[in-house]
């Protein structure tokens, strides 16, 4: 949480009207702040995609982002200029690093699985009770199962090559922006890509020409 202080002709400003905080319980429909509060929970993933992250999504990832925060240590260590200009990757690979170790400390405790396999049995009971639900949706589990399979196969050349992690390289990035910009434009605009719809086009052509300095060395 950030906090501040408005100032208007050098003094701090008083508004008449301003958002009060409640000293009461929480009520139905209240206006609710949450400091800290995590951008997804992941809660409705299967056991079976716990356990590719477990097993292949975090370990790729940490043993990427070790990598990372070596080579720019190193790059730092050339000149207070070379530390300036890598600050901000790193800040963000260090804290990359310690969300996965946490995630996958967590992932490996037995506990975790235990308690989602345990959930799961007790939905597709309810589904086998039920032939109107099964029906309606067959076997969604194992449905996943088949297509983590195939995730899984594919998983290290998308990480490598589609997420541009062999890379790490704001080049690479606009290369393939650019690349998928002339068969993305070819499609609808509900067909294409989350970022390369149209209501999306202004922020992507934003980050696309920004005039900030790239750094070859970097």
Do not use: W
């Amino acid at each position: 949480m950030t906090l501040f202080r408005v100032y208007e002709d050098g003094k701090p400003v008083r508004p008449k009207e301003f958002l009060k905080p409640s000293q009461g319980s929480l009520k139905e429909g209240d206006l609710t702040f949450v400091s800290g509060h995590p951008g997804r929970t992941e809660r409705q993933n299967t056991a079976a995609h716990l356990e590719f992250l477990r097993d292949v999504r975090y370990p790729m990832a940490l043993q990427n982002v070790r990598r990372m925060e070596v080579l720019l240590r190193t790059f730092s260590e050339r000149s207070p200029e070379s530390k300036r200009r890598a600050q901000d990757d790193l800040f963000g690979v260090q804290n990359a690093r310690k969300a996965y170790l946490g995630g996958l400390e967590g992932l490996q405790t037995p506990s975790l699985l235990e308690s989602k396999r345990a959930k799961e049995a007790r939905i597709k009971k309810a589904l086998s009770t039920q032939p109107s639900l099964e029906a309606r949706y067959g076997n969604p589990y194992a449905d996943l199962e088949k297509a983590l399979a195939v995730y899984r196969d594919l998983y290290e050349d998308y990480y490598l090559i589609g997420a541009g992690r062999a890379f790490n390289t704001r080049l690479f990035d606009i290369a393939e922006t650019i690349h998928r910009y002339k068969s993305e434009m070819g499609k609808p605009s509900e067909e294409r890509l989350r970022e390369y719809r149209d209501s999306n086009l202004d922020s992507l052509k934003q980050g696309l020409f920004s005039p900030a300095p790239l750094y070859g060395d970097l």
